[in-house]
T-cell receptor, first 115, second 106 residues
Framework: NAGVTQTPKFQVLKTGQSMTLQCAQDMNHNSMYWYRQDPGMGLRLIYYSASEGTTDKGEVPNGYNVSRLNKREFSLRLESAAPSQTSVYFC??????????????FGNGTRLTVT | GNSVTQMEGPVTLSEEAFLTINCTYTATGYPSLFWYVQYPGEGLQLLLKATKADDKGSNKGFEATYRKETTSFHLEKGSVQVSDSAVYFCAHKLSFGAGTTVTVRA
């Protein structure tokens, strides 16, 4: 039972480079999310997808794009990486829309460093 | 808007000590409330939840009661162990607190 799988686990980018963070869940969940975790700031929502075919901005969407490829997969793209995007990125999923009453299931994170 | 405020850490305790982590929230309506735990190098995992006022969530010796009148959901454990060392997050809807780092010394 894999749950939520994120790749890669670690990544170092130079300023201006692009990359895509991959996320897949095998729990048949409807909703998926991308968060970033920074020291002292907790988790901040970047984008979410309430259901297949829909995406919405969260608290900190600037500099990111997402794609809900199918029900299982939700990718996060950095088109032109900046040092301010150095962070740990977590993908999560939940059975019901927007996690109101169903808990989020998290992947193990991607540690991204932008130099 | 929706927000969560939890007590700042870090918190350092001795084994068998009592742990309390305060959490208050602002929200429209009465959403479910959650506590998540994050062990080093891992993602967050659900510790417990409560879905309505006066509900008590519990798991692994931890408890939290949904208090509508004080908009609080404080986490407690009566006797902590070294294995409880982790970062704890209070959450509702899609909003998370800043996290409280707890270290338990043997």
């Amino acid at each position: 039972n894999a749950g939520v799988t994120q790749t890669p686990k670690f990544q170092v980018l130079k300023t201006g480079q692009s990359m895509t963070l991959q996320c897949a869940q095998d729990m048949n969940h409807n909703s998926m999310y991308w968060y970033r975790q920074d020291p002292g700031m907790g988790l901040r929502l970047i984008y979410y997808s309430a259901s297949e075919g829909t995406t919405d901005k969260g608290e900190v969407p600037n500099g990111y794009n997402v794609s809900r490829l199918n029900k299982r997969e939700f990718s996060l793209r950095l088109e032109s990486a900046a040092p301010s995007q150095t962070s740990v990125y977590f993908c999560a999923s939940s059975a019901l829309g927007q996690g109101y009453n169903s808990p989020l299931h998290f992947g193990n994170g991607t540690r991204l460093t932008v130099t | 808007g929706n927000s969560v405020t939890q007590m700042e850490g870090p918190v350092t305790l001795s084994e068998e000590a009592f742990l309390t982590i305060n959490c208050t929230y602002t929200a429209t309506g009465y959403p479910s409330l959650f506590w998540y735990v994050q062990y080093p190098g891992e993602g967050l995992q659900l510790l417990l939840k409560a879905t309505k006022a006066d509900d008590k969530g519990s798991n692994k010796g931890f408890e939290a009661t949904y208090r509508k009148e004080t908009t609080s959901f404080h986490l407690e454990k009566g006797s902590v162990q070294v294995s409880d060392s982790a970062v704890y997050f209070c959450a509702h809807k899609l909003s998370f607190g800043a996290g409280t780092t707890v270290t338990v010394r043997a």
